[in-house]
Structures are given as C-alpha cells and as structure tokens.
C-alpha cells in the first residue's frame, strides 16, 4: 500500500510527539482523545477495508481504546477492534491490536432475499493480531516496527435438490510492518511503511455429494495447502498528514498492490479524514 499526500492551506502547528496530537495508525500508541471519528476511502487495513466509518473511544488514555467500523456494521458486517499500549517512554512504547471481523450473507442486506437465504450457510471470520515497537527518535523522526498475525477463514455449506457442497477456506499468515515517520516543519508528517510477509498459507477443503438413489449417496473430499509467493503479498505505503482547524485531520494518498486479485490496477488513491474530539 503506497499513500502519497498533499498538504495546501492553513495547517496548523503540530507536536507529532505530544499523545494529544501523535499518530496511532499503525504505532504502538492507543488513542489519546476521548473520542476519534474517521471516514477513510479505499483503505487496504482489514479494519477500514475500502470504506470505514469508524467511532474510537479512548476507554484508558493513551492506554487502551475501542473502535467499531460503523459503515461495515451497515452492511451488515461486525468490525470491531482495541489497541493498547503497555510501554510508552520518551524514547520507546511497546503496544498491540486485536480485532474480529465476521460476515454472513444473511445480514448483506444489499442482495436479494433469495440470495441471501441460499447462501446463509457460509461465515466469514477474520481475526487480525499485531504487536508494535516504536521508537520516537526525535521531533522530525519516528521509526516503527510491526508483527502482524492474521487468521481468515471462510466456513459453509449449501444444498440443492440433489446437490451438497461443503466447504471450508481458510488463509493465515505473519508480517513485518515496518513504518517511518518524518515531520516537517512540525506541519506535516510523511509516513513510508511496508506489509512484508514472512509466511503466507491458503487452506482450501471441500466436499461434494450427489445423491444417485434415495440409499445411494456418492462424493469427494479434497483439501489442499498453498502458500503464496512473496510478491503477490507485499504492500507498500507511502503516506502524508496534516491538521486543519481544531479537530480536521487529512490524509490524502495512494494504495499499491494492496487490492490484489479485486483491481486490475496496482495502484489505488486512498482518502482520509479524523477528527479528535477530547
């Protein structure tokens, strides 16, 4: 994922480094404010995947905080994640974030009725894990550095007249996601960082039956493992953000190889919005 930004305007002096106005996509720091609004466009983070609307409060400040994504929750998918912070020094802070995401077409109230009954069988469960180092070296640089656990899996049957398929996908994978943050002129900060995967593994089981006679029943079972290569998996980021107002922030940019196999093309324009509230 790449994220270039452009700043113009009044923007507002900023102290990258204070917990009221750091950043915490992607650090190991939990939010500082009371409450985060953020409306992101075409981001490739499971959490804000393509559209997010997304409400965190700050349950411990600076320590532990809650989001949900409330435009996936519209279309009927629970997103929900917590990041916390268990070390935060002036010159090191050691964090982590967990979250679930879980889907069923029965709750997609976009399709069709029928549809959404024929295919109420399947369940799509994702559960992101990571753990963060960051290194404020100082008021211009911070260094960051992420290990990211991901579990998917998608689970379900479906029957028709004399045809029963069950079946079970399933992905798994661990990364490195390193970050660098460079401040200018205390106005605005450029973000470069990288999905880097170590391992990346795809399960894939199904089963089919077909009914001959009302006695005989005849099937297939196969499961099968794939790993994916390095370079159908990396991401890349490169990022900017700046403060207009009291609580608008932006960021403005592009995603690269981060929607693969959905767009044909590498790269995709994200577009970022937050306001703090404390």
């Known amino acids: 994922m790449v994220v270039a930004t452009l700043a113009s305007g009044c923007v507002h002096v900023r102290d990258f480094r204070a917990p009221s106005e750091r950043i915490t996509p992607n650090t190991a720091y939990a939010e500082h404010s009371r409450v985060r609004v953020d409306a992101d466009l075409l981001a490739a983070d499971p959490h804000t995947f393509v559209l997010n609307l997304g409400l965190t409060v700050a349950a411990i400040r600076s320590r532990l905080d809650f989001a949900v994504n409330l435009a996936h929750g519209a279309l009927g998918v629970v997103?929900?994640?917590?990041?916390?912070?268990?070390?935060?020094s002036r010159w090191y802070a050691l964090g982590g974030r967990v979250g679930i995401i879980y889907a069923n077409p029965r709750t997609f109230y976009v399709l069709p009725r029928a549809l959404r009954r024929e295919l109420g069988g399947f369940h799509l469960v994702s559960a992101p894990v990571e753990l963060w180092h960051s290194f404020p070296i100082n008021r211009w640089f911070a260094a960051h550095l992420g290990m990211s656990y991901r579990a998917t899996?998608?689970?379900?049957?479906?029957?028709?007249?004399?045809?029963?398929?069950?079946?079970s996908v399933a992905q798994r994978g661990f990364a490195l996601i390193p970050y660098l943050d460079f401040f200018i002129a205390r106005r605005v900060a450029l973000r470069l960082g990288a999905r880097l995967p170590i391992v990346t593994q795809v399960v894939e089981a199904t089963e089919l039956q077909r009914q001959l006679e009302p006695e005989l029943?005849?099937?297939v079972r196969s499961v099968e493992w794939l790993r994916r290569p390095f370079a159908r998996t990396v991401v890349l980021q490169l990022g900017a953000e700046t403060r207009f107002g009291r609580h608008t922030h932006l960021l403005l940019g592009v995603n690269v190889w981060a929607?693969?196999?959905?767009?044909?093309?590498?790269?995709?324009?994200?577009?970022s919005f937050y306001?703090?509230?404390?």
């Open 259 to 271: 929607f693969r196999p959905i767009a044909p093309t590498p790269i995709m324009p994200w577009l």
């Open 217 to 219: 029943i005849v099937g």
């Open 275 to 278: 306001w703090r509230f404390k």
């Open 153 to 167: 899996g998608l689970r379900g049957e479906y029957s028709g007249d004399e045809l029963f398929v069950d079946t």
């Open 79 to 88: 997103n929900l994640q917590s990041k916390f912070t268990i070390i935060d």
